[in-house]
């Protein structure tokens, strides 16, 4: 769990960052992508991340404009990454503004159960790299390039044997 505000700040730069990455490399065509009949498409996935922080982190009473999770999914790969964007540092700017490293302390109901900020700021995170995984395969199966998060990726490594730049 995280101890202050700018653990967090820190841990949630890179994974945004690293999320970023991948909705800025969908495509309109590349939302329809899924994995088996009955489950999410690869727009309906990269809307929920999008929808997600506000859902989780309104719970604890932290305020930032982002989009509700009952919000129609975009059918633009643009504006997905762009609300993406503009949650995931508003998020931060929340946060600056509105919590102390006590905060992280306090507690709150969260789907039945009493959690810490500090919890809901990890399992914020965690859900999102969760997600961001399962996209990834989806990009894949359509065709599209995947940007290594803790590591290169297939394309990314074979550039560098090849001694490419990726």
Known sequence: MFQSIEAFKQTWTFESGSTQK????????????????????????????VTSHHEMLSRTGLKFDAPAMDSPVPASAAEIAAAYRQSSQGLLEALSAQWTDASLQES????????????????????????????????????????GVYGPSLEEWEAFAEGGVS
């Open 22 to 49: 991948l909705l800025d490399v969908l495509t309109d065509e590349s939302l329809k992508q899924q994995v088996a009949e009955n489950h999410r498409t690869l727009g309906e996935l990269a809307w929920h991340i």
């Open 108 to 147: 709150c109901d969260m789907y039945g159960e009493q959690w810490t900020n500090s919890q809901t700021l990890y399992a914020v995170a965690a859900h999102e790299i969760h997600h961001r995984g399962q996209m990834t395969i989806l990009m894949r199966q359509a065709g599209l390039r995947v940007s």
